[in-house]
């Protein structure tokens, strides 16, 4: 998807600059061939194509919202890590100390 917007970009800003380098050209128009034919087109067309996307976000960020609070600990477990979870500060020792 954005291979084709850098593509169509790239040929807009060729276009713009052989207008605005051509004898019967302003820069005006060239500055106006970027964003009329160039800029905003592509700009609909991408958020047209993104609307899956947010769709999909937006599902997956009330899933989140609506599944009830886990316990701490096991979230923790949870989270694929290969290190041992975390304890809540009541079960958590303190650590041992050799006296020189």
């Known amino acids: 998807m954005y291979l084709v917007a850098i593509a169509w970009l790239y040929v807009v800003v060729m276009m713009a600059l052989a207008e605005a380098v051509s004898s019967q050209g302003t820069v005006l ?3 106006f ?3 009329l034919y160039g800029l905003l087109p592509l700009s609909i067309v991408m958020y047209l194509l ?3 996307a947010r769709r ?3 599902r997956l960020a009330e899933q989140v919202q ?3 609070a886990q316990d701490p600990t096991s979230a923790q477990q949870a989270d694929g ?4 979870p975390a304890l809540p500060a009541e ?3 303190a650590p041992v100390r050799k006296e020189p």
């Open 29 to 31: 128009g060239a500055l």
């Open 33 to 35: 061939t970027f964003l």
């Open 50 to 52: 993104g609307t899956p």
């Open 56 to 58: 999909r976000a937006r």
């Open 66 to 68: 609506a599944e009830p």
């Open 81 to 84: 890590g290969d290190h041992a």
């Open 91 to 93: 079960q958590a020792l």
